[in-house]
């Protein structure tokens, strides 16, 4: 099977059926209530409302949070994640969401959902003030990417 055939599958069958009706209807009726960044808002909200739901355990290392992070994800079935150190930040890298599966790239939904819940969770682990999640454009449809750096 080619791999654009794969991702079609998994972008159909990320999202159950009984759900995807209703996410898309929910999102028409926000996006037409709401302006984008207030829309980001609230969804980073939900997803660091998430994060508090949905804690994760003490770690030592950024490689032990990535797997805290990811055994939630699996547990959810929301895809999966890959942090990467670089000079002053980490980006965290998102991959195979249901929202985004379902949703695309509708602006603010995938993404300030999950920027709130790597918000909650970096902060929970000790994250300076001075530091903050927020979310990078991507290439890619099926991962979204995120930088943790400082805040200006």
């Excluded at 209703?22 to 660091?48: K, T, V």
């Excluded at 969770?121 to 995120?146: C, E, I, K, N």
């Amino acid at each position: 099977m080619k791999s654009s055939a794969l991702l079609d599958y998994y972008r159909t069958h990320a999202c159950s059926r009984q759900w995807r009706g209703f996410l898309l209807a929910l999102c028409e009726e926000f996006d037409s209530a709401l302006p984008d960044a207030e829309l980001s808002r609230l969804m980073a909200s939900i997803g660091e409302r998430f994060g508090r739901d949905h804690a994760l355990p003490a770690v030592a290392t950024l490689d032990e949070l990535q797997q805290a992070a990811n055994a939630v994800w699996s547990s959810t079935e929301w895809g999966q994640v890959v942090f990467e150190e670089a000079p002053e930040q980490v980006r965290i890298h998102h991959a195979a969401s249901p929202l985004s599966a379902v949703l695309g790239a509708r602006a603010g939904w995938d993404t300030g959902f999950l920027e709130g819940v790597y918000r909650q969770w970096f902060r929970a682990a000790g994250m300076m003030s001075v530091l903050d999640v927020r979310y990078l454009q991507s290439d890619h449809p099926d991962v979204a990417t995120y930088t943790l750096s400082r805040v200006f």
